[in-house]
């Protein structure tokens, strides 16, 4: 028996407990945010999404070794301020820079799979379709060094013990169950 699968937003963390996930400002209510998986939410938390995004870029090496420079900046600035959130945020666009490159350095186009897997409408088929409509790799190295400048400040952001120290008390404070 195959298990239904969920709609795409219901596998998301909850970063919000009411209605109004957009319009939330979460620098003014910080305990509403649920830190998740990798680089999930970077699209949707306020006001940091709008503060990093411009500066986010990875066309190529330089273009990428400024963005992550930038980001990186932003990231530390906002541990001074003691801004778990916005420093988590900073964190998931670096995260976010190494994996997009990445995946414009194995497929030209950007596109991992000739259709959409997501399309499914089976968890057991989801998985099984990105088997059979992935592309093959095609390596850009213009691509792939963007990706290892981000890797690198990714990783500082990761490992660093005021991030960390922030990320234990943002969890025991606001993600009890």
Avoid: C
Avoid at 26 to 41: L, V
């Amino acid at each position: 028996m195959e298990k239904e699968k969920r709609p795409r937003y219901d596998r998301l963390p909850r970063y919000y407990d009411g209605d109004d996930l957009f319009r939330t400002d979460f620098r003014q209510h910080p305990d509403k945010y649920r830190i998740g998986k990798g680089e999930q939410g970077v699209l949707m938390v306020e006001p940091y999404k709008s503060e990093i995004l411009p500066h986010w870029r990875f066309k190529n090496p330089e273009i990428a070794r400024e963005s992550s420079d930038k980001i990186y900046g932003m990231f530390l600035d906002y541990l001074k301020g003691e801004d778990f959130v916005g420093a988590d945020m900073a964190r998931k666009f670096l995260q976010m820079g190494f994996t997009r490159s990445r995946r414009y350095a194995n497929h030209k186009s950007g596109r991992k799979y000739a259709e959409n897997p997501q399309h499914e409408s089976t968890a057991e088929g989801e998985k099984s379709a990105r088997k059979a409509y992935l592309l093959p790799v095609e390596e850009d190295p213009v691509k792939a060094a963007s990706a290892a400048i981000f890797y690198e400040k990714y990783l500082l952001a990761r490992e660093n013990p005021e991030y960390k120290r922030l990320m234990q008390e943002h969890r025991e404070r606001n993600e009890q169950v």
